[in-house]
DNA sequence: AATGCGGGGTC
DNA sequence: GACCCAGCATT
């Protein structure tokens, strides 16, 4: 019989009167667990709550999403970000639904072979759905035990990535993992925050060797920072009546197959282009993402130039735009048309 | 091993 | 601005 590590103890002691009630808590279902899983990865849980609500109201089981069209999940998830997570679930629903004939598989391997499911969520699933034995290993993980262990080894490296799974492999209490897999990622969400931890509160303060030597701020090590790439957007309102014409966006880059306003990219902030037929722009907006900044430009003109990509433009009613899956800063130009007019 | 992929919150 | 968030897929 193998002990429970103290670590373990004192963590779940404190999950129990301390932790938030969220909704894919009190549920037993793989499949509103895998939901809220996919929902959560890089997002807030405050950020994911109505997206976890909406999809378990519009798709109450996995059937329901593996009928729906991509489109309308697209639409769904629309504002949430990293769209690839949506066309994922997408297939996983299909596959569940057809080949494990609706039913979550129970094994940490067959979970991770389904799309969109890593090494995160498919530990989050066999421990909270089946309560099988896999530490998950987050951002609030690799911050809690790089802080209590003083682990400097960078946690965006492959050695970092063993060695903190091994590390919480180690400390996992095999009787209670979904529990312990609770706790210590409400641990690093409340009180082992990135910034200003809270840690005079904290139930492992006197076993944790960076707040020991007034060290806490220093960990977790990364060793890569991310550039950011500008990019120049020039988008066309091109309507009449009650249409206007939207353009799809192709593939291997942001917003796949998502809808927007017909494009003209260009390498530096100006349009070199005859656009005499332009209306001087009628909204800017900078768009910041993780990777790039986008600068959007928006100009009225009664036609299509020639510069634009026509074969995948449509003309369609201005009332459809509600159906098709818009990329935030494409929603919140319209959204701001609407209130100025 | 390195890179791309969103949107929003915090300091 | 810089950093982070219940990461994953692709190259």
Known sequence: ????SAFSLLIQNWYIENHRDLPWRNTDSPYFIWLSEVILQQTRVVQ?????????RLFPTVHDLANAS??????????????????NLHKTAKHVDQQYNGVFPDSYKELLSLPGV???TAAAIASFAYNLPHAVVDGNVFRVLSRVFSVDTPIDSTK??????????NLLDKTHPGRHNQAIMELGALVCSPKSPDCSSCPIEEICSARASGNQENFPVKEKKTKVRNRYFHFLLIEEKNKLVIQQRKGKD??????????IETPSP????????FSEPMASYSH???HQKIHALFYKTPEIPKEVDVSRCRWIEKEELNDLPLPRLIDRFFEEQEQDS
């Open 160 to 169: 970092g990535k063993k060695e903190f799974s091994e590390l919480a492999d």
């Open 270 to 277: 100006e349009l070199n282009i005859e656009k005499s037929s």
């Open 288 to 290: 910041q993402l993780s």
């Open 254 to 263: 942001i917003w796949e197959n998502m809808y927007q306003l017909p494009l």
């Open 118 to 120: 890593g090494p995160y």
């Open 70 to 87: 991509e489109q309308e999940i697209l639409n769904t998830w629309q504002g949430l970000g990293y769209y690839s997570r949506a066309r």
């Open 1 to 4: 019989m193998v002990q429970t």
């Open 48 to 56: 994911g709550l109505d997206y976890y609500h909406k999809f378990t």
